[in-house]
């Protein structure tokens, strides 16, 4: 599957639509009152910083597998897709911009929750771990280790954040406090259903879905669609199985060359980020594209 056909990315220059917002990757335009065009651009962040250097590919790695995941798990849930070509909805001069990385979705009312599902311990849920022995309000066993499997997968939400702050891991009580007991019941309940779906197809590719996150929001009937990227490296931490053991942090099929290399600098950790070696952005153009072609194999 030869997708990297175009130059990286960095940000999209969409004029005939109405731009409405750029996140830490994705550009997003408005398609008359009721759709999006989302843009997958190859920006890339670490430690909440955007860097100026983009992985080439990488936003069409992340279209790619949130089309794959969307089109696999569509009987659990609608989701936001409406199967119209990117391409139709701009000019002939942008839809080179368009070309791989973009997709035309509903434009939903979003779920100001991020509905994380774990299967393992590690990230911020190892370090609450750690200091509390349990995560997001939820008791876990004594004795647990660093990227250990968990007794069996747990809801464990976050506050959404502005670009550029962490996430921050609330209790179930806070969902029901956003959405009411009946949403965030059916928010539990989904996330935990994606995750054990994706969870058991990945390991038959021989790849470990450590968390992942999921993001929901509602059409104008209230019914609950899944949108935004799904099951992907930005989103998830898939490990690979054959180079999992408890007790470390495994590698990932994600930003880590990115993140090893940035902490081996003398950086405060705000903007600007150094400049990427060319070494480090083959590197991690290699894992996305791994990660993919894993997966859809």
């Known amino acids: 599957m030869d997708l990297f056909v175009t130059a990286a990315l960095y940000e999209s220059s ?3 639509l109405p731009l409405l917002a750029r996140g830490k990757v994705r550009d997003m335009y408005a398609v008359g009152e009721d759709k999006l065009l ?3 651009t190859d920006r890339i962040s670490a430690f909440d910083v955007i860097l100026d250097d983009p992985i080439p590919g990488k936003g069409q790695v992340l279209k ?3 089309d794959f995941w969307l089109a696999k798990l569509a009987h659990v849930l609608p989701n936001h897709s409406t199967g119209i070509d990117p391409a139709d ?3 002939a001069e942008e839809r080179e911009q368009v070309m791989g990385r973009a997709v035309v979705v509903k434009r939903l009312k979003p779920i100001m ?3 994380v599902a774990r299967g393992y311990l590690i990230g911020s849920g190892w370090k609450d771990y750690q200091a509390t ?3 997001c309000g939820i008791a876990l066993p004594a004795g647990l280790q660093q990227a250990g499997k968990l007794p069996q997968p747990i809801f464990t939400p976050a506050a959404k954040a502005e670009l550029g702050m962490h996430d921050e891991n609330v209790d179930f009580a806070h969902v029901i406090k956003e959405v009411g007991i009946e949403m965030a019941e059916r928010i539990r309940e ?3 259903r994606l995750y054990a779906e994706a969870s058991a197809f990945a390991a038959t590719k021989g790849i470990i879905i450590a968390d992942t996150k999921f993001e929901f929001g509602l059409d104008s009937e209230g019914t609950l669609h899944l949108m935004d990227e799904v099951l992907t490296p930005d989103s998830s931490r898939f490990w690979p199985a054959e ?9 990932s099929f994600d930003k880590q060359f990115v993140r090893d290399w940035l902490e081996t600098q003398d950086w405060d950790k705000t903007p600007p980020a150094p400049k990427l070696p060319a070494d480090v952005i083959a590197r991690t153009a290699a894992k996305y594209r791994e990660a993919l072609d894993r997966l859809t194999a």
């Open 133 to 135: 022995g349990s995560v």
């Open 243 to 251: 180079g999992y053991r408890a007790g470390i942090s495994p590698p």
């Open 38 to 40: 989302i843009i997958a």
């Open 89 to 91: 909805v701009v000019t």
């Open 190 to 192: 989904v996330t935990l």
């Open 64 to 66: 790619e597998l949130t």
């Open 113 to 115: 929750v991020e509905a």
């Open 14 to 16: 969409i004029k005939s």
